[in-house]
């Protein structure tokens, strides 16, 4: 079926170090792919999101390019700061699912000063 | 804009007993879904309402029902808990589907089954 791979954690940097998270899918058709990201005592917060092959998708500092390729959505960013410190979710979202996203285990992120 | 409330944030319940939380969404979302999230599973899809009506259900056993009302707010119950039901419950909520609009995620229902 239909699923989302992303590295293990968790993932320890040093502040203004390059971050990348690996995320892989696997799906039939043309899913929409996003980033979510859960800091500590809250839900998740969308991060970005790509819709179409070579889309892509940036905020905050943050990028991902929807790799159809590859089947690949690795994010990244160029220099992380300690407030980046949370859990990161890949997720994949395809049309006729309505609300029925499928996550990734997700990725633990502690930047240290 | 108010974001998504969810009541209460922290609920301790015994095996055997049931349970009801509550999800308002942000104010002109329709579409109010619910996840589990386990250290061991992750993200799991529950189950999604839009417009009082369920569109979509994950793989779970009928133990897990839910509602949603005419001002779109939901509930969603658990029956007969189980220690494995141990998990923060998340609900989100969007104006259609995640495919076209991003979900908005409450800070979830700490639920401790002992």
């Known amino acids: 079926g239909d699923s989302v791979t992303q590295m293990e954690g968790p993932v320890t940097l040093s502040e203004e170090a390059f971050l990348t998270i690996n995320c892989t899918y696997t799906?039939?058709?043309?899913?929409?792919l996003f980033w979510y990201v859960q800091y500590p005592g809250e839900g998740l917060q969308l991060l970005l999101k790509?819709?179409?092959?070579?889309d892509k998708g940036s905020n905050k500092g943050f990028e991902a390019t929807y790799r159809k390729e590859t089947t690949s959505f690795h994010l990244e960013k160029g220099s992380v700061q300690v407030s980046d410190s949370a859990v990161y979710f890949c997720?994949?979202?395809?049309?006729?699912?309505?609300?029925?996203?499928?996550f990734g285990a997700g990725t633990r992120l502690t930047v240290k000063p | 804009k108010a974001g998504v409330t969810q009541t209460p944030r922290y609920l301790i319940k015994t095996r055997g007993q049931q349970v009801t939380l509550s999800c308002s969404p942000i104010?002109?979302?329709?579409?109010v879904s619910w996840y589990q999230q386990t250290p061991g599973q992750g993200l799991q899809f529950l189950f999604e309402?839009?417009?009082?009506?369920?569109?979509n259900k994950g793989n779970f056993p009928g133990r897990f029902s839910g509602r949603q009302f005419s001002n779109s707010r939901s509930e969603m119950n658990v029956s007969t808990l189980e220690l494995g039901d141990s998990a923060l419950y998340l609900c989100?909520?969007?104006?259609?589907?995640?495919?076209?609009?991003?979900?908005?995620f409450g800070n979830g229902t700490r639920l401790t089954v002992t």
């Open positions: 989100a909520s969007s104006t259609l589907d995640a495919y076209n609009s991003p979900l908005h």
């Open positions: 799906a039939t058709g043309y899913p929409s």
């Open positions: 790509a819709t179409k092959a070579d």
């Open positions: 997720a994949l979202s395809k049309v006729g699912w309505d609300n029925d996203m499928r």
């Open positions: 104010s002109g979302h329709r579409s």
């Open positions: 309402y839009f417009s009082e009506t369920q569109r």
